[in-house]
C-alpha cells in the first residue's frame, strides 16, 4: 500500500500517513472550508471538484425565488393601499371633511403603528421563536394577508356603502396586515438565517423591488 508522510508540525515527529487516510483528511478539510464560506446547505451529490449539479444549481434558484417572493409579499399589499388614491379619494368623497382630506395620513399611521407593535410584540415574547413550523412562521401571515387585501377588492364591488364604512373596513385592513407583515418578516429572516446570507439578501432585494 502506498504511503506518503504526515508534514510534522512545531517538532512533532513525522508518521507515515496512506493515500487513501490523505485523501479523506484532505476532504474533510475541503467540506470544511466549504461550510464557513456558507456555501450550499442543501442535500445532494456534488461533483468531485465540489461544484453543484445542474440540478442542485435549480433547487438554489428555485428557493432564491421563494424568499425573493416572501420579501415581495410582505410589502406588496402596503404599496397596493398607498397607490391607489383615485380610488380611495373617489369612494371618500362622501365620507367627513377629515377622514376625505386625511385618509392618507390615517392609512400609514395605521400600518406603521400596527407593524410597530408587531415586532415589539415579537421582540418581547419570543412569537417568531415559539412558533417552530414554517407554516405558522410564514405561510399563516400570508394567507392573512391575502385574506385581508381580498375582503378590499370585495369592498370595491359594494357600492351602496357609505364613505366612512369604506373608511373604516380599510383601515381595520390596514392594521391586521401591518401586524401579519411583522410576523411574515420575522418567519421570513428566522428561515433563512438557517441558510446561506444569499436568502436573507433575497428577502430584502424582494422588500425593495
Not at 66 to 80: E, K, S
Not at 83 to 109: C, H
Not at 186 to 195: K, T
Request: aromatic share 8%; hydrophobic share 45%.
Amino acid at each position: 500500500m502506498t504511503t506518503t508522510m504526515a508534514s510534522g508540525v512545531d517538532g512533532f515527529t513525522m508518521m507515515p500517513m496512506s493515500v487513501e487516510d490523505a485523501d479523506a483528511d484532505l476532504h474533510t478539510t475541503t467540506m470544511r472550508a466549504t461550510e464557513n464560506r456558507g456555501m450550499s446547505s442543501m442535500d445532494g451529490d456534488d461533483d468531485t471538484d465540489g461544484t453543484p449539479t445542474t440540478s442542485e444549481k435549480t433547487e438554489r434558484y428555485a428557493l432564491y425565488a421563494c424568499f425573493l417572493a416572501i420579501g415581495m409579499g410582505t410589502l406588496f399589499p402596503w404599496n397596493v393601499f398607498i397607490t391607489e388614491r383615485p380610488y380611495f379619494e373617489r369612494r371618500l368623497r362622501d365620507a367627513s371633511q377629515g377622514v376625505a382630506k386625511n385618509f392618507e395620513a390615517a392609512f400609514a399611521n395605521a400600518y406603521a403603528g400596527s407593524n410597530l407593535i408587531g415586532v415589539l410584540a415579537c421582540v418581547r415574547f419570543g412569537l417568531v421563536e415559539r412558533l417552530t413550523s414554517n407554516r405558522l412562521r410564514l405561510a399563516a401571515p400570508l394567507a392573512g394577508i391575502a385574506l385581508c387585501v381580498w375582503t378590499c377588492a370585495l369592498a370595491t364591488r359594494a357600492s351602496g356603502w357609505s364613505g366612512d364604512a369604506i373608511f373604516a373596513q380599510t383601515m381595520i385592513v390596514i392594521i391586521v396586515v401591518g401586524a401579519a407583515t411583522a410576523l411574515a418578516q420575522g418567519g421570513g429572516f428566522a428561515v433563512a438565517s438557517d441558510l446561506p446570507p444569499v436568502y436573507a439578501q433575497a428577502i430584502m432585494s424582494g422588500q425593495a423591488a
